[in-house]
């Protein structure tokens, strides 16, 4: 997995940031649960490396990029992190309903100062905004995740949805109700895994 680092040439800050998101990870999953128990030993390849890949697939001239049931961060925190160096001007935003879970993200912000803005609300609830690109990570199907993002997408948006075996199901069944192009890149980490890339979404006529 250090090949995947030296590959992406994130630098030793970004790396010294991310051990100490890491770190607060394993202190605050012991008050909150964060994420799941099984995950938590193998947390640098499980959730850091994980969401770390995903910077290879955001444009070059991305400027917004929302994140929509963050969690405990994964990927969108880890993003905004790394993109300091290849893209320093990328607002990065992470909507999270669940209180105590943005409360952990507000603090990873200050351990790490980044310059993340953190939404505690329902995504419903969201003032609809366009943006260059949307992240979601174990959050919902594809289907309902698509009708979640899209009043915040554009032809040109794109939507960086990873998945797990399952994926070929998913895409299936949200065809049913929705246009889009997809490209499909294996996951780096989960062998099992995929990421779907995903641009010029829009509803199937006659779909409610």
Not at 83 to 100: G, I, N, T, Y
Not at 105 to 121: E, F
Request: contains cysteine; positive net charge; hydrophobic residues 40%.
């Amino acid at each position: 997995m250090e090949n995947l680092i030296e590959k992406m040439n994130v630098s030793r800050e970004t790396i010294t940031k991310l051990k100490a998101y890491e770190k607060s990870l394993k202190e605050w999953q012991n008050k909150f649960n964060l994420v799941s128990n099984n995950s938590l030993n193998d947390a640098w390849n499980r959730h850091f490396l994980d969401s770390l890949q995903l910077m290879e697939y955001i444009p070059d001239d991305a400027k917004t990029l929302l994140d929509l049931g963050s969690g405990a961060g994964f990927p969108a925190m880890v993003i905004a992190i790394a993109s300091a160096q290849r893209l320093p001007d990328l607002k990065v935003s992470l909507v999270e309903s669940v209180k105590k879970k943005t409360l952990y993200l507000n603090a990873v912000r200050d351990l790490c100062g980044v310059n993340v803005n953190i939404v505690n609300d329902r995504i419903e609830n969201i003032d609809q905004q366009k943006v260059d690109v949307i992240t979601s990570r174990a959050m919902c199907n594809l289907t309902d995740l698509l009708k979640y993002a899209y009043r915040f997408t554009t032809k040109k948006t794109t939507l960086i949805f990873p998945k797990g075996k399952s994926y070929q199901v998913e895409l299936d069944n949200a065809k049913k109700y929705w246009h889009f192009d997809c490209k499909i890149k294996q996951n780096k980490i989960c062998s099992e895994g995929v990421i779907l890339l995903i641009t010029d979404l829009s509803p199937l006529k006659g779909v409610k």
